[in-house]
């Protein structure tokens, strides 16, 4: 995992992008894993009050080989800033540590927080919510989506350190 960056530098050094290369995710989101500060190349969920495809996802391999070693990817969720259910808890937090995943990040909920804390990945989501999500088999993956108006697509670089969030078209260390 890169962890050679803080996002203030980053952003110090791209804050004049005009190309929409380089996006910076609004200050809304909470800390809930155990890491604190990750980096991946993106893999993308959208759904709403269905983790599904959440389950899928951390379920999965989470890294990617690469001449330079190991790179853990980050899952991205638009989860609509749904507010009323939760789209990943501790069972799904552990299988993203287990599987290799840097990080997971939610545009929605998720539950057990002190099992998350104690998960090795970064988790970060808009707030807890103790109610679990239908499993409607409902969603898409891979596609771009938008968490909180800010455009993720799939391959994007994310950043997430305890300054904030942003989101690259490509690596940036």
Known sequence: MPDNFATCDLCDGHKNDSTGDFRVLPPVFRDYGQVRKFAGPVVTV?????????????????FVETPQGRVGQVLVVDGGASLRRA???????????????AGVVIDGCVRDTAELAGHAVGIRALAAMPLPTEKRNEGQANVAVQLQGVWVRPGDWLYADEDGIVVASKPLV
């Open 87 to 101: 789209l990943l808890g501790g069972n799904l937090g552990a299988a993203a540590a287990r599987n290799g995943w």
């Open 46 to 62: 959208k759904c709403f009050e269905d983790n599904t495809l959440v389950k899928a996802a951390v379920d999965s391999v989470g």
